[in-house]
């Protein structure tokens, strides 16, 4: 009986994981997983601001926010959403990526620049014991000080990172939606 309702809550939350509303077509979606949670018209600000970019012009975005933070949720959307862009708080960050669950970014930008978004993979040995391999990557880039996430009205107080998800549609897009989410602010 518990396996069959947790199986049904698991499938319930697969189904609306994705649910991001009016931006289901746009180019480039983003999540906001903050675990400090952020005001409620913020996701909306930061997408009429990135709407607005000359750089971004022609490229349909649509940002979904997380009000309230939930692990379990975090972890059934990042496995089975269709968003581009991920902002998660560090520990969130470091937590997925260290596992290899994101885009590696060297190909665009240098880790010397970002050495926040640097990220030690690990590996698991007995009794979960974590094992690091010494293999380093740039997995994401800092905006919690960008000049987008500030003109959207909010300053969190927690570290973010905009993390590219694997199953990105448009990956050109996607990435000119990162530069401009991790221009710094003046």
């Not at 994101?102 to 050495?115: A, R, T, V």
């Not at 993979?121 to 000080?145: A, Q, R, W």
């Amino acid at each position: 009986m518990k396996k069959g309702l947790l199986l049904i809550i698991v499938l319930l939350l697969a189904i609306t994981a994705g649910c991001g509303g009016d931006g289901d077509n746009a180019d480039v979606k983003i999540s906001i997983y903050p675990r400090g949670g952020q005001p409620e018209d913020f996701a909306q600000n930061l997408q009429d601001v990135l709407q607005k970019e000359p750089a971004l012009d022609g490229i349909s975005i649509s940002v979904w926010g997380n009000s309230l933070y939930n692990a379990s949720k975090l972890m059934v959307d990042m496995a089975a959403s269709d968003y581009s862009i991920y902002i998660l708080s560090k520990d969130d960050f470091v937590n997925y990526m260290r596992q290899g669950g994101g885009i590696e970014l060297e190909e665009w930008y240098s880790p010397d620049d970002y050495p926040s978004g640097v990220v030690e993979l690990v590996d698991f040995g007995k009794g979960n014991e974590i094992i690091y391999t010494g293999e380093k990557h740039l997995y994401g880039l800092p905006v919690n000080n960008s000049r987008a996430v500030k003109e959207a009205g909010f300053e969190p107080q927690e570290e973010w990172f905009a993390v590219i998800h694997p199953g990105a549609d448009d990956m050109e897009k996607t990435r000119k939606v990162l530069d401009v989410l991790a221009q710094p602010s003046s």
